[in-house]
T-cell receptor
Framework: AQRVTQPEKLLSVFKGAPVELKCNYSYSGSPELFWYVQYSRQRLQLLLRHISRESIKGFTADLNKGETSFHLKKPFAQEEDSAMYYC????????????FGGGTRVLVKP | NAGVTQTPKFRVLKTGQSMTLLCAQD?????MYWYRQDPGMGLRLIHYSVGEGTTAKGEVPDGYNVSRLKKQNFLLGLESAAPSQTSVYFC?????????????FGPGTRLLVL
């Protein structure tokens, strides 16, 4: 079965420092990968997806098929980036059913 | 346009009690999903629906039933609640099953089973 692993439960960084959230997946095919974010007292929402090759709120994520990773990066963290981040994937044969990682809580300190 | 709404927001149940969680969406989405969120485990799919009148099992369906009598509503039922079902439940919907399609999430229902 496919699996998504986020090894860090908590990342604490100072404002202005770079932040990288790790995401590894185990699947031999070609999944579609996403990052979802949940800010305090808000609902889960899509941050970015691999297929769009986009940068949202200064975040980027690069798919490395060799390392089966989809790490999320931001060069200069802001306090408003404090949130829970989930990496997720969809398999080609699974329609739109998301498989989520365990989540990483990011705390950006002033 | 309210998006995806869930009722109730919070509920406390005793072991063995039953309840129904309601999810409603006003975006005319075909596909709806129920997830549970537990610390360290992310969100896990309980059941999903690909259209009115249809439902299917997800990753963790045991102890739950669902119904999709109307396109805009997706109900999640617990017939006999257990402490292991203490969790935060999220509903989501999407326009299609296209894997690039975004899922839109509700605000969540926090359930405590004593």
């Amino acid at each position: 079965a496919q699996r998504v692993t986020q090894p860090e439960k908590l990342l604490s960084v100072f404002k202005g420092a770079p932040v990288e959230l790790k995401c590894n997946y185990s699947y031999s095919g070609s999944p579609e990968l996403f990052w979802y974010v949940q800010y305090s007292r808000q609902r889960l929402q899509l941050l970015l997806r691999h297929i769009s090759r986009e940068s949202i709120k200064g975040f980027t994520a690069d798919l490395n098929k060799g390392e089966t990773s989809f790490h999320l990066k931001k060069p200069f963290a802001q306090e408003e980036d404090s949130a829970m981040y989930y990496c997720a994937l969809i398999l080609a044969a699974a329609g739109n059913k998301l498989t989520f990682g365990g989540g990483t809580r990011v705390l950006v300190k002033p | 346009n309210a998006g995806v709404t869930q009722t109730p927001k919070f509920r406390v149940l005793k072991t063995g009690q039953s309840m129904t969680l309601l999810c409603a969406q006003d975006m005319n989405h075909e596909y709806m999903y129920w997830y549970r969120q537990d610390p360290g485990m992310g969100l896990r799919l309980i059941h999903y629906s690909v259209g009115e009148g249809t439902t299917a099992k997800g990753e963790v369906p045991d102890g739950y039933n669902v119904s999709r009598l109307k396109k805009q509503n997706f109900l999640l039922g617990l017939e006999s609640a257990a402490p292991s079902q203490t969790s935060v439940y999220f509903c989501a919907s999407s326009y299609s099953m296209n894997r690039e399609e975004t899922q839109y999430f509700g605000p969540g229902t926090r359930l405590l089973v004593l």
